[in-house]
């Protein structure tokens, strides 16, 4: 069998980029969440800051955002730090010189980026890709990067459901899984480095909530 890829995705992959193209123009009907609410890039702010720490130690100046949905994480959006710092925005708080933004579901950022940036950043994304499909995407994404990948995983089902009914969430693992996904892939960059950040849930005195852990791993000549 030949191997699946972007120039061969599998039947699952295109079957679920055709829902998350009519969910980018229709919204979340079932859900009654209207376009412009559904996958527009809420998910990447609160990783911001660790994101901004990994590009003042790198000095990285050119950020892909795979998976950015509809980039609206990217507009005008006030952000003051405790020491009372302020930015207009993301761009500017992490001081970079551009943002691209890709999304195959979103027709606008649907164009494969061309050329390599010193950073890539991925997140809510590869839980919604077919297992069977992971292994391309990860190396696609990873590919991209010089420097850096950041990338967030959820491990839990997601509250969107697709137009079909599923759970938006289709390849659910834990973290340890992920990891060894990064690992593999991460050794045939010289010098690129990966930081994970895996939202798993937990079951406290209060009831479920998610908790955020994160893992790191770089290339490795041994």
């Not at 919204?27 to 609160?46: H, M, Y």
């Amino acid at each position: 069998m030949t191997p699946y890829s972007r120039e061969n995705p599998s039947p699952r992959y295109r079957e679920l980029l055709g829902y998350y193209q009519e969910m980018h123009e229709k919204g979340a009907v079932s859900q009654n969440i209207p376009p412009e609410k559904t996958f527009d890039g809420r998910s990447l702010p609160k990783h911001a800051s660790n994101i901004q720490q990994i590009i003042n130690i790198l000095g990285s100046r050119t950020i892909l955002d795979y998976g950015s949905g509809k980039g609206n994480q990217y507009n005008p959006t006030p952000i003051e730090l405790p020491n009372g710092q302020k930015f207009d925005d993301i761009k500017s708080f992490w001081g970079v010189e551009s943002i691209t933004c890709f999304d195959p579901g979103h027709e606008p950022f649907s164009q494969l980026p061309k050329g390599t940036f010193e950073g890539v950043v991925t997140t809510d994304v590869l839980e919604h890709c077919p297992k069977e499909d992971i292994s391309w995407i990860v190396d696609e994404i990873f590919s991209y990067a010089t420097e850096f990948v950041y990338v967030n995983v959820a491990c839990y089902p997601a509250a969107k459901t697709l137009p079909n009914g599923e759970n938006a969430h289709c390849t659910l693992e834990e973290p340890d899984w992920w990891t060894k996904v990064f690992d593999e892939r991460v050794r045939k960059t010289v010098g690129l480095r990966y930081f994970a950040a895996y939202d798993v849930p937990r079951m406290g005195a209060e009831g479920m909530s998610i908790m955020t852990v994160m893992h790191r791993n770089k290339w490795s000549a041994v």
